[in-house]
């Protein structure tokens, strides 16, 4: 793996400050916001001076039970492509669930959910990398997300999970430093011992990020500074392995580019404290360790090592395999508890599912406000309440922007809302973009609208 240095996640908010940045090797865009043919004027400028650009993807959904979509797929492909990236990096999560395995509606999460770390997901999921990994043109790498929940029932510890799964499929791990801090604080994992586990010599590069904690939960916002305990998270890696890359993540309320410099100077201390801290002997030892375990499991029969089925007994096709109809299910029951109000699974924590349905249901609200700016500027201050009590009675099924369309129809359809002109505004913004072509380019339209500029006499 190529050496990657010092990284900051590249963001239009912050596009002009991260150019003037000293000491930036590369960056982060997340993938899904890039166009190919239309790459910001800010990266090429950047790929220009040799700075490395990696596309982030965050809605492929390779935890979920079905098998990755093509499409989404070559969107991504794309993208690296376009970029001349050395990877492509994804999420070990499910983003949505229901559909023809569960013969149930299709429903989204928006948000990253954490697959259960039981032998079916890691079948499933291990199948849906080898399929990711023929369709890139570059390596994948894989990222631990952060979790309000726990699955009951699980089979391994994270760490466990991580190494067999980088061991069947040969993927790199993308080790974020920040979610093993929120496993921690939310799910009383230890990250000592998760980074004990870990294969480090699949490590691809590592992402630091800050967040807050708020009443016994820690939320990873992305938006707050680095603490001190995700640094030292940082410091007990680098003791184990020399990272290729390190990055520092942001993505809402953005400081000033001195404070994000300081932070990325806080990050090359920890790297450079837990470098001292490793020995050789040590490092020797680690490796030793997990190259004995690898062949432990290669003489177990591991999935990779065991014998091919007989060219009579083709691999179960999405309908008829087991392990992804008992995935489809279990991960289908939980996403429609967090977002159809339907009961909360067995076993899981009714307090914290609240937690996390309460924390879906704004973050839909923030992201449709990103995507559709105009609805809270047409709205006021009811947008917010009015938006939360729509996505309480409505899953999110097609995506934001579909979810900003179907949230103004529905509040036209309810009779909402009670200010006149704040009703004109909503149904003209409506009509203008939930038709196939946009009703300012239509023929009719453009006539009736130069007429009334005539008579009107402009």
């Known amino acids: 793996m190529e050496r990657l240095g010092t990284g900051i996640g590249w963001r239009p908010e912050i596009a002009d400050a991260v150019e003037r940045m000293p000491g930036i090797d590369w960056v982060e865009a997340v993938a899904e916001n890039v166009c190919p043919g239309h790459l910001p004027d800010s990266l090429l400028r950047l790929r220009e001076r040799g700075v490395t650009v990696i596309p982030h993807g965050v809605s492929l959904g390779l935890g979920g039970a079905d098998r990755p ?15 001349g990236a050395p990877l492509v990096t994804e999420h070990i999560a499910f983003v949505r669930a229901g559909g023809a395995l569960t013969a149930s509606p299709l429903l989204e999460a928006g948000h990253l959910l954490p697959v259960p770390r039981t032998r079916d997901a890691l079948d499933v999921l291990c199948e849906n990398i080898r399929i990711a990994q023929a ?64 294969p480090v010599e699949a490590i691809a590069y590592v992402h630091v990020a800050g967040g807050i904690e708020r009443d016994g939960v820690w939320h990873d916002t992305h938006a707050h500074p680095v603490p001190a305990t995700v640094l ?15 990055l520092l993540e942001r993505d809402d309320n953005f400081p000033e580019p001195a404070e994000l410099e300081r932070e990325l100077e806080a990050i090359q201390g920890a790297l450079t404290k837990g470098w001292a801290r490793g020995t050789t002997s040590g490092v020797a030892s680690l490796h030793a360790k997990a190259k004995t375990k690898a062949e432990a ?32 299910l279990a991960e289908t029951t939980l996403l429609s508890a967090l977002v159809a109000g339907t009961p909360v699974p067995d076993g899981f924590d009714r307090v914290r599912l609240g937690v996390q349905a309460r924390a879906l249901g704004v973050k839909r609200a923030d992201v449709v406000a990103k995507v559709a700016p105009e609805l809270p500027e047409i709205l006021g201050e009811s947008y917010r309440s009015s938006f939360l009590a729509y996505a309480h009675s ?35 913004w409506w009509l203008e973009r939930s038709g196939p072509v946009p009703r300012s380019t ?17």
């Open 69 to 83: 979509d093509e499409s989404r797929l070559t969107a991504l492909a794309e993208r690296a492509e376009a970029l």
């Open 135 to 198: 369709a890139l043109p570059v390596p994948l790498a894989v990222e631990n997300i952060a979790a309000l929940l726990a699955w009951p029932g699980e089979e391994m510890t994270e760490g466990q999970f991580l190494y067999d799964l980088a061991d069947r499929t040969g993927v790199r791990l993308l080790i974020d430093v920040a979610n093993l801090h929120t496993n921690h604080v939310n799910r009383g994992e230890d990250p000592a011992k998760a980074l004990a586990e870990l």
């Open 232 to 246: 030292d998270i940082l410091t007990d890696l680098a003791s184990r392995v020399s990272p290729p890359g390190v």
């Open 297 to 328: 499991l290669r003489a177990a029969g591991s999935p990779e090592t065991a014998p091919a089925p007989p060219a009579a007994q083709p691999a179960p096709t999405p309908d008829t395999d087991p392990a992804r109809q008992r995935l489809a």
């Open 394 to 428: 409505h899953p999110m099924t097609g995506g934001y922007r579909r979810d900003a369309l179907d949230f103004a129809g529905q509040l036209l359809l309810s009779g909402g809302p009670e200010d006149a002109e704040a009703r004109r505004e909503l149904r003209e």
């Open 442 to 458: 239509r023929p009719a339209v453009r006539l009736a609208r130069a007429t009334r500029r005539v008579l009107l006499g402009r």
